[in-house]
């Protein structure tokens, strides 16, 4: 963890700035993923709990700030799956391991870490809400990604929404606002992402120690979702190559990638190269960059058993077995005639 968070992206100070112009104890954040809900839920509560807060946010210089940036604040309760605390850096507190999770391979391997909000967790968030809060300022409730409360747990958050105590206001964030209760999405002020301006995103990809040539892939390779894309830092210089090195069958290119990084490149690939061929523009890759090859069948074929891996590709039998079908699979779509 460090101490030098970058600063807010200029789209959600924008955003942050609108919000907290607005009274509402339960705001909805909602849009697709890459967009930075997260950043802008967490400026946002920030901002609720700061000792001098302006009409931009938080100071981020006082303790309060300060406590939220290490992950202490007394008076912040955050709702995230152990999955996403994983992926964001958040300390998962596993206090009392839930039995059923544990993974009955027997050989004391440890549980997977879950993907949904426990309701043991939301019970706490309940009981946090109802406390007096430690710092003078209220409390507040952060839940990210909110589609991942399942029935029970929005259930459980429901009533406190209904009839919150006076100094809780919550923030939720979601990735999949359809998959929510329509009670708990009737209960929030909905806010709708925005979209960030292209040049406003490449400059801050820049910012994040990006190349202006590898902002520029980057950015195309996340489908124009800046948070996203600063994840693609570490192969935008390769990004490029990849269509026509699968073409070739060469599975070097992915070493060392996850299968979900893969499935999700060659459902891209895939996706472009379907694009190109009924005359459109590609997405996520230059049109140079794409063979022109590869029959309406065999890439159809292609995109439909892509889908079908993205549902099972967690749990891959063999990384290395799984790339190399891949890859074989993409090199006999752009091959078919
Ligand atoms: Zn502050």
């Known amino acids: 963890m460090s101490d030098s968070r970058p600063p807010l992206a200029p789209w959600i100070a924008t955003q942050l700035k609108s919000l907290l112009a607005q009274r509402g104890h339960a705001w909805l954040l909602a849009g697709p993923s890459g967009l ?3 950043e802008l839920a967490l400026a946002l509560v920030s901002a609720w709990l700061c000792e001098h807060p302006s009409a931009q946010g938080g100071c981020g210089q006082c303790s309060s700030c300060h406590a939220i940036e290490v992950h202490t604040h007394a008076d912040l309760f955050v709702l ?3 999955l ?7 300390t998962v507190i596993d206090k009392a391991p839930d039995e059923t999770q544990v993974s009955s391979d027997g050989d004391g391997k440890k549980r997977k870490p879950s993907k949904e909000i426990k309701v043991e967790a939301m019970r706490e968030a309940v009981e946090f809400a109802q406390r007096t809060n430690a710092r ?25 929404l209904e009839e919150p105590p006076g100094d809780v206001k919550f923030v939720l964030a979601t990735e999949a606002a359809h998959q929510l209760l329509p009670t708990i999405r009737s209960r929030c002020l909905g806010h709708n992402m925005v979209w960030p301006d292209q040049n406003d995103a490449r400059q801050w990809l820049q910012q994040n120690g990006m190349s202006a040539a590898q ?3 980057a950015l195309r390779a996340a489908g124009d979702r800046p948070q996203d894309a600063l994840a693609f830092a570490p192969i935008a210089d390769m990004w490029r190559t990849l269509p026509h090195a699968v073409k070739r069958g060469d599975v070097s290119v992915f070493k060392d990638w996850t299968p979900a990084l893969t499935v999700d490149a060659l459902h891209k690939i895939c ?3 379907l694009a190109l061929k009924a005359g459109a523009q590609p997405r996520f890759f230059e049109p140079v960059d794409i063979p022109q090859s590869g029959s309406w069948r065999g890439l159809t074929d292609w995109a439909k058993s892509l889908a079908l891996t993205m549902r099972t590709v967690e749990h891959p039998f063999s990384q290395g077995l799984m790339h ?12 078919s005639s």
């Open 215 to 217: 902002a520029t892939v």
């Open 36 to 38: 930075g809900q997260f």
């Open 80 to 82: 995230m799956p152990e």
């Open 136 to 160: 003078g300022r209220g409390k507040a409730v952060l839940v990210f990604p909110a589609e991942r409360m399942n029935v029970y747990t929005a259930n459980a958050l429901l009533k406190t």
């Open 324 to 335: 190399e079908a891949l890859v074989r699979q993409a090199q006999m779509a752009f091959n």
């Open 271 to 273: 996706h472009d190269a």
């Open 84 to 90: 996403t605390q994983l992926d964001l850096g958040w």
